[in-house]
């Protein structure tokens, strides 16, 4: 999709859509960023710049058309243990970093890459940072002001715990009532937006009846400027791209997780299709951009595409709309944030923690009581009591052991023998026990992918079973889908030990994939092309006539066909004339 596609047949009736649509969202947003960049441990007009000047740059050069963009609650507790251990300039080259690796990755179609992140590890960090943006919140729902602040769960809730004496009942009313106008609006006024709602009328009550009671932004934070961000390049060097590199690549994987993740949110709701490359870069443009105006990192946000679309915005203008409502709100009613109080900030954000907590999936995924529910159980608590880099790092690493033993089960090694009491006399296992095998052919049906994680168990399952050193070992391939440098190494090291006890190696059902792996490695070359079949049967009767005048090693009759008349009765006929 190109860039301009998602304008086609833009006309009046869409602009006045997007016109609405981009005044609701934009009035949303206001709120959502000042309080996103207060968690975060910035100052509140930081997230009002990142509104403006990301939240119009996703819009214009993103690949969905709905797409909303600005500081999100998913950042909150990377960008607070950045400004915490790094300070407010590093987080800006942290941002501008991140903005280089997503047009990187959208350049390189990494997009694609990015849904292969396992559910459970998503739901689990997702959940982990809800519980981090409420709980980060209770002490401004409090009116506990000055607490020191620590970059982990365990001593922040161990501070409020300590000073819980100190609470502020002005403070606790205030939130109150802003939390009550949140909830309820929706059910008598369902288009207009509780958060705001809320914001006014708590702001307002405070302001009247408990002023110079409750901590506000401008008391905390100073007056929010109505002036135009400036622009400023922050100061890059070498060192500090070797220390903030680390901190960048997180935010721009879970820029780059989170943005995609409400595209496909939107494409849902709308029947559309976004642009994942497309959509990465347009992220990438916003944050570096945005910290070039003090704007902090900035993502997708789900709740505000969602309120975009069903507000009737038609294109991506609509978003570039909420960006300049932002800017207009900015320049004429700056001194007004400047009165917001703290606690009526805390119940908007503790319900955005709550709405997206994935508590549902959550619940469902533990009660699978699967691997994928250690997985959830793990990312989520250490991204409670650590911090996100190390949940998702760990996280991802327990799911891809998970999934290789879960594979590696699915791997069957069997020897085989027909049934004749079976339509076609089927090769099965149970036809193979004691007094009844064939000491010349070893016939094994292989089943599953033949790959590092279940290779060796190949391997071991196929020697230990070849106790009377056959002549001739068949390997039935046919459900092999896949086979990497390990499983040929493996294959390679049966196939040795195999000829060098003088025996044929033969293999029938070969797919594609398996087949080129062992032309690219030389083991085609080294078991011979000439001993690869497509069908049992033709491999069979290649071996009948190989050993029809040897001698067999495990009842020293000299002819095969009076071995296996005396030996295995009727088995060597029917494989001969197997089809199969």
């Not at 990465?280 to 595409?305: D, E, S």
């Not at 989520?380 to 650590?386: A, D, G, I, K, Q």
């Not at 390679?492 to 594609?512: E, K, T, Y």
Request: glycine share 10%; net charge positive; proline share 5%.
């Amino acid at each position: 999709m190109k860039l301009w596609e998602r304008f086609a047949g833009y006309n009046a009736a869409f602009f006045r859509r997007d016109l609405t649509s981009g005044l609701i969202v934009g009035v949303i947003a206001i709120p959502l960023g000042m309080a996103f960049a207060i968690a975060s441990g910035v100052s509140p007009q930081y997230g009002i710049y990142t509104t403006i000047v990301a939240g119009f740059l996703i819009s214009l050069f993103g690949g969905s058309r709905f797409q909303i963009g600005g500081p999100t609650g998913a950042f909150v507790p990377i960008l607070f243990a950045i400004v915490a251990q790094y300070g407010y300039e590093n987080l800006l080259v942290a941002g501008l970093l991140a903005g280089v690796l997503l047009v990187l990755m959208g350049l390189f179609r990494l997009g694609a890459l990015i849904k292969f992140i396992p559910r459970p590890v998503t739901i689990g960090f997702t959940a982990g940072i809800a519980v981090i943006i409420f709980s980060g919140q209770i002490a401004n729902f409090l009116g506990l002001s000055h607490l020191p602040k620590h970059e982990d769960f365990l001593s922040n809730m161990g501070e409020i715990g300590t000073h819980l004496a100190a609470t502020n009942p002005y403070s606790v009313a205030t939130a109150l009532i802003c939390l009550a106008a949140i909830l309820l609006t929706p059910k008598y006024m369902p288009k207009v937006p509780g958060s705001l709602v809320g914001l006014v009328l708590s702001s307002l009550i405070a302001s009247f009846f408990f002023a110079g009671k409750v901590a506000t932004i401008g008391s905390t934070y100073g007056a929010i400027s109505s002036s135009l961000p400036a622009f400023h390049f922050p100061s890059v060097t070498f060192e500090q791209i070797k220390l903030m590199i680390h901190p960048a690549i997180v935010i721009a994987l879970l820029g780059g997780i989170e943005s995609l993740l409400s595209a496909v949110v939107a494409d849902g709701m709308t029947g559309t299709r976004h642009h994942s490359n497309r959509e990465l870069i347009g992220q990438g443009i916003a944050n570096i951009v945005a910290p070039l105006f003090g704007g902090i990192p900035a993502t997708g946000a789900i709740a505000r595409t969602a309120t975009n679309i069903k507000t009737g915005a038609a294109s991506p203008v609509s978003g570039m709309v909420h960006s300049l409502v932002v800017l207009c709100v900015l320049l004429l009613c700056a001194p007004l944030a400047s009165a917001i109080p703290l606690a009526s900030m805390a119940p908007i954000l503790m319900v955005v923690a709550w709405n997206m907590s994935e508590r549902k999936e959550f619940a469902h995924v533990l009660k699978t009581r699967t691997s994928d529910s250690a997985v959830l159980l793990l990312t989520f608590s250490l991204t409670v009591l650590t911090d996100l880099t190390t949940a998702v790092e760990v996280g991802m690493v327990l799911a891809v052991i998970l999934f290789v033993k879960r594979m590696s089960d699915l791997l069957t090694v069997a020897k085989v023998l027909p049934d004749p009491t079976v339509t076609h006399e089927k090769m099965l296992p149970h036809m193979v026990r004691d007094g009844h095998d064939c000491p010349q052919i070893a016939v094994f049906t292989v089943e599953g992918a033949l790959f590092f994680g279940a290779a060796s168990i190949f391997e071991q399952r196929i020697l230990d079973t070849l106790h009377q050193h056959p002549g001739i070992l068949l390997l039935r391939m046919g459900k092999v889908p896949f086979m990497d440098t390990t499983g040929a190494a493996n294959l390679s090291s049966v196939v040795n030990d195999f000829q060098r006890r003088g025996g044929i190696v033969l293999i029938s059902g070969l797919q594609p994939q398996p087949r080129d792996m062992m032309k690219r490695t030389g083991l085609a070359r080294k078991i011979g092309e000439e001993r690869f079949f497509a069908h049992t049967g033709e491999a069979l009767s290649s071996a009948l006539a190989l050993l029809d005048q040897q001698k067999c090693i495990g009842c020293k009759h000299f002819a095969f066909r009076e071995c296996a008349a005396l030996c295995v009765p009727d088995s060597h006929k029917r494989l001969l004339t197997r089809s199969e």
